[in-house]
């Protein structure tokens, strides 16, 4: 069961409630048809939706979805940090499950709509953001084995702190050797709705070993790490100046996270070396054994920045570091904040500030 808070008592309730919970009260809206393309955008009071129980999304999966955060900056004001590049990951995304994609300009203004409404909502509280999430899904009522001719747009958000804590406490992850995420030539690289739920069993064999998340291997070898759960992994190799971060590359099976390409431009201008390449098992275990690789954190629109740990892998497990946060995922968590929150200079132009509050009912080509 969802929730939605209104009023003062939203900032103190959201801390007690559950990641996706707390809804905001005002949801955008679009539909597309074969024959008129997609319609204007509709801001709207946040409801249901009706759908037929034969449409196409709920019985073959024709669903992409984005996620991303707005933050009321440090000046009062709120932004939603690279709408743009979410605008354009969606639009793959879109072409991958055979849907008709939204413009990005369509996907920017739904997004200044909903800010617009909904973020006098958003508390002055640092550890609170809004997160967003537009969805596309197939809603014609058809059975048939082919692309739908209708398909409806909705933008609605929620309020919530961090995905783990507000403070980078590290998690401990199991690495998942009987189960993978992604095929090569699949859909891992896209945020197709269908990516998910076949990672519950593996998150909860992870849960059983007492760990947190799960770690994915590549689906042909079950050697080179990949990700970690619904999230990117970075690891930091060496100490002080000689530290240098790196990630899996992009090899079609992982998503391309946002947030992954943000620290990879931020550690490129702290001096951190920041390199794209593979790395199995093995090298991970050998490198923190022989304290070659010193921290590791993974990273997302909703975990921020985390930092991981400990490791179990079968019977055998080791520790990153010192188990705690290092002083690289610390420099880059801080780093990734003072950008969203307005803190620094935005030369990249990744924040897009909320103009006037919209009212619902309002109407965008």
Not at 13 to 18: D, H, M, N, P, V
Not at 113 to 131: C, H, I, R
């Amino acid at each position: 069961m969802t929730q939605a808070i209104a009023g003062p008592d939203r900032a103190a309730s959201t801390a007690r409630l559950e990641f996706g919970s707390a809804f905001t009260d005002h949801m955008v809206m679009s539909t597309w048809q074969a024959d008129q393309g997609w319609q204007r955008l509709r801001l709207q009071p946040r409801g249901l939706l009706s759908v037929d129980p034969a449409c196409v999304g709920l019985h073959y999966g024709q669903a992409v979805f984005e996620g991303l955060k707005a933050h009321r900056l440090d000046d009062g004001t709120v932004a939603a940090f690279r709408p743009a590049q979410h605008a354009h990951r969606m639009r793959i995304s879109a072409r991958r499950l055979s849907i008709p994609p939204l413009s990005a300009a369509d996907f920017l203004q739904a997004v200044d709509l909903l800010v617009e409404a909904d973020g006098p909502q958003l508390p002055a509280d640092p550890t609170l953001s809004m997160y967003l999430r537009p969805l596309l899904v197939a809603t014609e009522a058809n059975l048939a084995l082919r692309p739908a001719r209708e398909y409806t747009f909705v933008l609605q958000a929620f309020l919530t702190g961090g995905f783990f804590a507000d403070q980078p406490d590290p998690v401990s992850v199991w690495i998942s050797h009987d189960h993978v995420r992604a095929i090569p030539g699949g859909t891992g690289d896209v945020k197709y709705a269908g990516n998910y739920a076949p990672t519950y069993l593996a998150q909860a064999v992870a849960v059983e070993h007492g760990c947190q998340q799960v770690v994915w291997l590549d689906a042909v070898h079950r050697r080179w790490v990949e990700e970690m759960g619904g999230m990117n992994l970075f690891f930091v190799r060496g100490r002080g100046g000689d530290a240098e971060v790196l990630t899996p590359p992009l090899t079609g099976g992982l998503l391309p996270g946002v947030t992954r390409d943000t620290l990879l431009t931020l550690a490129a201008r702290m001096g951190l070396n920041p390199r794209e390449e593979p790395i199995s098992v093995d090298e991970w275990r050998s490198g923190c054994a022989e304290g070659r690789i010193t921290e590791a954190f993974a990273c997302g629109t909703g975990a921020g920045v985390t930092p991981v740990g400990v490791v179990k892998d079968g019977h055998s497990g080791w520790t990153i570091g010192d188990g705690r946060a290092g002083p690289v995922t610390l420099a880059l968590r801080n780093a990734l904040l003072a950008r969203q929150y307005g803190r620094l200079p935005d030369p990249d132009g990744w924040l897009r500030r909320a103009a006037a509050p919209a009212s619902a009912g309002d109407e965008r080509a």
